[in-house]
């Protein structure tokens, strides 16, 4: 996401079109603070630490988020 090469996503959201669906990507070149960034289709980003993105993971598994899927 900096730097010369950027990495691949580890995840897409989606992919079912070829509309830019959303994407999880981890940046070793970024802050530790910033490495996990999550893409949308409109072109935005969100940055976050890996404990960050551990909690939201936790939070999900726990069902905590199952509403905003239905929503």
């Not at 079912?16 to 990507?25: D, E, K, M, R, Y």
């Not at 072109?43 to 988020?65: H, I, N, P, T, W």
């Amino acid at each position: 996401m900096t730097g010369n090469s950027s990495p691949e996503p580890v995840a897409t959201f989606c992919g079912n079109c070829n509309c830019g669906c959303p994407q999880l990507f981890v940046d070793e070149t970024a802050a530790v603070e910033r490495r996990v960034v999550i893409t949308d289709d409109f072109g935005q980003r969100v940055e976050m630490s890996a404990d960050q993105f551990g909690s939201l993971l936790e939070e999900a598994k726990a069902g905590k988020l199952d509403a905003v899927a239905t929503a």
